[in-house]
């Protein structure tokens, strides 16, 4: 590798996130401090693609025909794919990744994993606590939680964990070539005509950003 791809990637990184949330800056008082929070955030998506891989094939990536296949049925009767089975696992290494970073680099309050119910026509936001939602998750094929949220990060200026500086999301495509993108939401959603990107915004104000393994940070 070369030995000034890390230095560029933090210029990459810091512009992005100075361009389209430029309070980080003032927050964290300067551009080489953006960017080295990003650098690492991203960072634990590689580090839970690479680890999550070489537990389940030996280090090599799964094929799209692999990522397709069905491994289990949920308790609603849905279909899990390897896909979907994989980016969960990705999720809980990126996360508990993630968690140590922000301990390190973010001094401000944050939350990962946090459901909102947002009432978009109401402009209301609620914070789920998370014996509700294991309450309501223990019941299966509860549809209680159709009208929430919940993001992967989200940071906050100060106390107010109701309103967002940037919030983010890492997306584990399978295969890895797929895109990134956000979730849409569809005809049976109470967010339809939407997507989770703009949900964000809409409802917790702030950045959205998705990050994932080979594109790093993008919109």
Not at 24 to 40: K, M
Request: proline letters at 5%; hydrophobic letters at 35%.
């Amino acid at each position: 590798m070369n030995a000034l791809a890390p230095a560029a990637s933090r210029t990459v990184l810091a512009s992005v996130l100075a361009q389209f949330a430029p309070v980080l800056l003032t927050l964290l008082e300067g551009d080489s401090a953006v960017g080295e929070l990003e650098e690492r955030l991203v960072e634990c998506a590689r580090k839970a693609e690479r680890q999550v891989n070489d537990e389940f094939f030996g280090g090599r990536a799964p094929t799209r025909q692999e990522c397709g296949e069905e491994v289990e049925v949920d308790g609603c009767g849905g279909r899990v794919t390897r896909a979907m089975a994989l980016g969960q696992r990705k999720h809980e290494v990126a996360l508990r990744c993630a968690r140590e970073v922000l301990q390190d680099l973010w001094r401000r309050p944050y939350s990962i994993e946090q459901r909102y119910r947002y009432y978009p026509n109401a402009r209301l936001l609620e914070t789920v606590s998370r014996e509700e939602e294991a309450r309501l998750l223990k019941e299966g094929c509860t549809k209680e939680l159709w009208r929430t949220i919940k993001p992967d990060l989200v940071l906050h200026a100060d106390g107010d964990r109701l309103r967002s500086v940037v919030t983010l999301d890492y997306k584990f495509p399978c295969p890895g070539t797929n895109v990134p993108q956000w979730k849409e939401y569809g005809d049976t959603s109470a967010y339809a005509g939407s997507n989770q990107g703009r949900l964000y915004m809409d409802a917790l104000g702030g950045r959205s950003f998705l990050l994932s393994p080979r594109m790093g940070l993008s919109r």
